[in-house]
């Protein structure tokens, strides 16, 4: 005897594969979805019965395609197909039809499906809410509140997007090597979007959101199934579930951001850290580094440090290097001047980021950062101006009151003695 | 005799457990472990990363062949095993039957062992815990 939360388990996990499929039988997106979905709710009224089948992607492709014909004859007054009650794992039409999901073909086709979740063509939110939706099967209902939007508002996002990507009429036919490269490629920079709409939140929201981290891995693990000697794809996994693994310590019980310096280590997840640098041992075997693998690795190092004085900083400030090479970005760049300012302190952090400045005008960390760099230097004044731009520019009220305590103990310190130099004051670093 | 017991289920099942479902089903197996252990039953129990974490040498060649990913695709596949010690094979389906209810689905594979080295490994012994 089963119990739904199984059953669940089970169609969620068979979901990609038999979706990529009846998406194949009927070249048409909206039609394998009503066709899986009238299959589920089959799954759901006879396995309790019947016990689960032995594969169930083949037993959903089968009784989705089945559901879908059997449509067609009704209405042409026809005779039904056999009843889905009839079939189990011991006749022998799933392993003909096992058979007939051509091998080769089924790993393209949920890359397929993946990627048109992914296409360049869709802004970020939409990819995410596309992903979440068609890959992942959550209901509108359960991604509008990801979001901390109307189910309205994220239905239309959701037809709009199967518009655009409708129109975009991603061809069936197996890709070329270098069309998988870059399939793959926009998968996982999707993938990594999932995990990180999870990973940004904070407050109230973030028991609402961390599923989505969740997902993501769960997602990353199967496009590793599917791609299993791809080092970026280890990367990627590795990334995500050496942040993840911080999730309990990175937020206090109000919500608000604990930084990594500041976080209790024995409240981070041990065996998915120990599953993160199993992933990135593999990954470094190949000699292909890459972006998820760099970032990999210098999450890696945080996990290995016991305490934060442990931490490896001048590994972390060669491999963002390395990263800024491979994809310039002034935000690693920003990320290496972290790393600078605890191996050749404030100063040298400072000459860093100065150039960036017009550059990250908006950005929140850009201010926060040389905010702390400036107060560590005891430039006071300077650091208040800073730390006002930040807090202009937060997104959350946790990163907000982050900043506001900075410049609370600026003012305390300001009043209480007005000369000298904060000792040890706090960096802001990433959570 | 000891008898292993080896773990098949889907792990794609299992990887979309939540925290929740998977927390529930190692308290129910660590009941009957608990148990086993009290009786001087219970040798060694590993779960395994998921096959994602594994790397396959093959050795039918020289020099081996690294492969990522485990040794064989299968719609189960080994997650972890169970060593423990009965009179008879009786006795051994007897804890596998009531291991399966504590976590339905997938197989387990009873093999009784031919030769147990329970040499001390740094770490052995030591729980990872979460």
């Not at chain 1, 009839?86 to 006749?91: G, H, T």
């Not at chain 1, 007939?100 to 296409?119: A, K, M």
Request: charge should be negative.
């Amino acid at each position: 005897m089963m119990d739904v939360d199984w059953i669940g388990a089970a169609l969620s996990a068979a979901r990609p594969q038999a979706l990529a499929a009846l998406t194949r039988a009927f070249r048409d997106l909206d039609a394998a979805e009503e066709a899986l979905q009238e299959a589920c709710l089959r799954a759901l009224r006879t396995w309790p019965r019947n016990g689960p089948p032995r594969d169930a992607a083949a037993w959903l492709i089968m009784v989705g395609r089945n559901a879908a014909i059997d449509a067609v004859r009704r209405r042409r007054r026809e005779a039904p197909l056999p009843d889905e009650d009839a079939l189990s794992d011991r006749d022998d039409t799933e392993a003909v039809l096992a058979a007939e999901l051509d091998e080769s073909h089924y790993r393209d086709d949920i890359l397929r499906l993946l990627f048109v979740c992914c296409h360049p063509e869709l802004p970020a939110g939409q990819q995410v809410a596309l992903a979440l939706r068609i890959v992942s099967g959550l209901s509108v209902k359960e991604i509008a509140r990801a979001f901390l939007t109307s189910e309205t508002a994220m239905e239309q996002r959701i037809t709009r997007a199967k518009r655009r990507v409708a129109a975009a009429a991603v061809p069936f036919e197996a890709p070329s090597a270098p069309e998988r490269a870059e399939r793959l490629a926009a998968v996982m920079a999707t993938l990594y979007l999932v995990f990180n709409e999870g990973y940004a939140a904070s407050g109230g929201e973030a028991h609402l959101r961390a599923p989505l981290c969740e997902e993501a891995i769960r997602l990353a693990r199967l496009l590793l199934r599917l791609f299993p000697a791809e080092p970026e794809v280890m990367g990627l996994a590795a990334l995500m579930l050496l942040q993840h693994a911080r999730a309990a310590a990175r937020l206090d019980a109000d919500g608000a951001i604990v930084l990594l310096d500041d976080q209790d280590r024995g409240r981070w997840n041990r065996p998915m850290i120990a599953e993160g640098l199993a992933l990135l041992d593999k990954a470094m075997r190949h000699r292909r580094p890459g972006p998820y693998q760099l970032q990999a690795a210098i999450a890696a190092l945080h996990a290995r440090a016991a305490r934060p004085e442990d931490t490896d900083w001048t590994q972390i400030e060669l491999l963002y290097g390395a990263l800024e090479r491979l994809q310039p970005s002034p935000v690693v760049t920003l990320n290496r001047a972290v790393a600078v300012s605890k191996t050749r302190g404030p100063q040298a952090a400072l000459g860093l980021i100065e150039p960036l400045r017009e550059k990250l005008a908006g950005y929140f960390y850009y201010h926060g950062l040389e905010g702390a760099l400036l107060d560590r230097l005891g430039r006071r004044a300077e650091a208040r101006v800073a730390f006002d731009r930040a807090i202009a520019l937060a997104h959350s009220p946790a990163e907000a009151a982050h900043i506001r305590r900075h410049l609370d103990r600026l003012t305390a310190e300001a009043e209480a003695s007005p000369d000298m130099p904060p000792a040890g004051a706090p960096s802001c670093g990433t959570a | 005799m000891l008898y292993a017991i080896l773990c098949y289920h889907q792990e794609d099942v299992v990887c979309a457990w939540s925290q929740e479902e998977d927390d529930a089903v190692m308290a129910k197996l660590a009941v009957i472990q608990n148990r086993l252990a009290r009786q001087g039953r219970l040798g060694p129990v590993a779960r395994l990363m998921p096959t994602t974490a594994a790397t396959t040498l093959r050795k039918d060649r020289d020099p081996p062949l690294v492969l990522d990913g485990p040794f064989a695709e299968t719609k189960e596949q080994l997650l972890g095993f169970y060593i423990v010690d009965c009179a008879s094979l009786d006795e051994a389906l007897e804890i596998a039957r009531e291991l399966g209810e504590a976590n339905p689905g997938g197989s387990y594979e009873l093999r009784p062992v031919a030769l147990f080295n329970p040499a001390e490994t740094p770490g052995a012994g030591t729980r990872i815990t979460s």
